[in-house]
């Protein structure tokens, strides 16, 4: 038996999904396919949002979604009825998508339909604010959602979530006069947590901020086919 | 329970790592990490989750040690260091300012590896 031996290695621990991120990010960027993932906890209006967004932006550009959940296929059922290419991504025990699960669902859009007459890709990540934003997809951009019934704090509470965003979606804003809610103090949180971070109000019910909503989208995309 | 698959990535690097060092020739006895104050890690999680996946395995004898990184920041009005606080909203106490930049504390490492060879 030899003497121990200690090697210093300095390796990220999640470096083999962030590998896979990067080659996903590769793909996603020989496809000319900008791609964005959504996130939030579970019943901020993720689906609903997409479903509306998916509407309006079809008749511009070419989408698809990448629609993660736990255990059924119910977001993904809804949004198929947009007639555009959807492919579920039943996560099973994980709390959260991977670069991997991800992967395994680029491919699975490869055999629907050639990607590269697609625009953008919406890959809605599980419900969940704890941990999707620390695992890296591949993603261009990360959008986090936060509805108003959650509570202002929530940036604060689950500050890895609003820090790594690029844009944050504060949904279900028509709730405001039926709430003892302070948006100024949840986006005095945000700004906290988060000041580089662009803010968007929205309402899926009065589609109060959609047109900012997709606004930001169309740019993004503009910018991506342009660079 | 993301630290699942956190361990998941964690044995796959001991995977790769060990390939290169021949893996039948070596006993890991320590895998040392960097875990920063702000992840989404709880290390006890980590150490628990590592333990019953190894059970079994060639990294059956070896152990976890978590050196704790600190969140740190830097205040982007008078450029001091400080440690942010949510109590505080992560604010800068010396001149109120918000957390533009991050010092420490995002860490999620494998700093290194203490082995032996058979």
Redesign the interface.
């Known amino acids: 038996?030899?003497?121990?031996?200690?090697?210093?290695?300095?390796?990220?621990?999640?470096?083999?999904?962030s590998h896979q991120a990067y080659k996903n990010k590769v793909k996603l960027n020989n496809y000319n396919l900008l791609c964005l993932n959504i996130m939030s906890s579970p019943g901020a209006g993720k689906t609903r949002l997409l479903e509306l967004t998916l509407e309006d932006l079809s008749k511009e550009f070419q989408s698809a979604v990448l629609e993660g959940d736990m255990t059924t296929n119910l977001d993904a059922t809804r949004l198929e009825k947009l007639n555009i290419p959807v492919v579920p991504i039943t996560t099973g025990?994980?709390?959260?998508l991977?670069a991997n699960m991800v992967n395994g669902g680029l491919k699975l859009l490869e055999k629907k339909i050639n990607p590269d007459l697609l625009d953008i890709l919406l890959v809605e990540n599980v419900g969940n604010l704890?941990?999707p934003a620390?695992?890296e997809i591949g993603e261009h951009f990360k959008v986090a959602l936060l509805s108003i019934t959650e509570g202002e704090d929530k940036p604060?509470?689950y500050?890895?979530m609003f820090r790594e965003a690029d844009l944050i979606l504060i949904t279900k804003v028509d709730l405001l006069p039926y709430l003892n809610f302070d948006i100024n103090e949840l986006k005095?949180?945000i700004?906290?947590?988060n000041?580089?971070a662009d803010v968007i109000e929205i309402s899926s019910i009065t589609k109060s901020g959609f047109n900012l909503w997709q606004d930001w989208i169309s740019k993004k995309i503009l910018k991506f086919k342009n660079k | 329970?993301?630290e699942?698959?956190?361990t998941k990535?964690?044995i796959?690097?001991m995977e790769?790592?060990a390939e290169k060092?021949n893996k039948e020739k070596i006993i890991v006895?320590k895998i040392n990490?960097k875990i920063g104050e702000?992840?989404?890690v709880e290390p006890i999680s980590l150490i628990n989750t590592f333990n019953a996946a190894v059970l079994g395995s060639w990294l059956d004898s070896s152990e976890i040690k978590i050196e704790t990184i600190p969140f740190e920041g830097k205040c982007s009005k008078c450029n001091r260091s400080y440690f942010p606080k949510?109590e505080n909203?992560?604010?800068s106490p010396c001149c109120n300012f918000?957390?533009?930049e991050i010092i420490s504390g995002r860490e999620?490492?494998?700093?290194?590896?203490?082995?032996?060879?058979?």
Not at chain 1, 1 to 17: A, R, V, Y
Not at chain 1, 93 to 96: G, I, L, S, T, V
């Open positions: 038996m030899h003497l121990p031996i200690s090697d210093k290695i300095e390796l990220n621990i999640l470096h083999q999904n025990r994980a709390c959260h991977d704890v941990c620390e695992f604060l509470k500050p890895i005095s949180n700004t906290s947590t000041p580089n | 329970m993301h699942v698959d956190m990535c964690l796959l690097s790769e790592w060092k006895e990490l702000f992840t989404c949510k909203g992560y604010k918000n957390l533009e999620l490492k494998i700093a290194s590896i203490d082995f032996k060879e058979k």
